[in-house]
Nanobody, 117 residues
């Protein structure tokens, strides 16, 4: 059974940093597009950052220049380095793994990030 497990969330002050990790127990991890989404209370889930199987990245405008997504195929893991955090970054962050050519999409259970003084 495939598992997608996020870690690294927590409480941080404005201006601080956190690094989220997502480990995906999928075979052929390098063929998966990986992404981070977030959902704040009362809001829809939104894309934060994505990295394709080929290594191409894209970011939501709200996080450009502050967040960096990366992947380590040797560890089946994707990371989200979050710097200069703002209160509006507070949300549950979800990891997504998808291999659309095989019709496979997996979600993690989410990790809470709270930015507050």
């Amino acid at each position: 059974q495939v598992q997608v497990v996020e870690s690294g969330g927590g409480l941080v002050q404005p201006g601080g940093s956190l690094r989220l990790s997502c480990a995906a127990s999928v075979s052929m991890f390098s063929l998966y597009d990986m992404a981070w989404y977030r959902q704040a209370p009362g809001k829809q889930r939104e894309l934060v950052a994505a990295v394709s199987a080929g290594g191409r990245t894209n970011y939501a405008d709200a996080v450009k220049g502050r967040f960096t997504i990366s992947r380590d195929s040797a560890k089946n893991t994707v990371y989200l380095q979050m710097n200069s955090l703002k209160p509006e970054d507070t949300a549950v962050y979800y990891c997504n793994a998808q291999r659309m050519t095989m019709g496979r999409i997996y979600w993690g259970q989410g990790t809470q990030v709270t930015v507050s003084s």
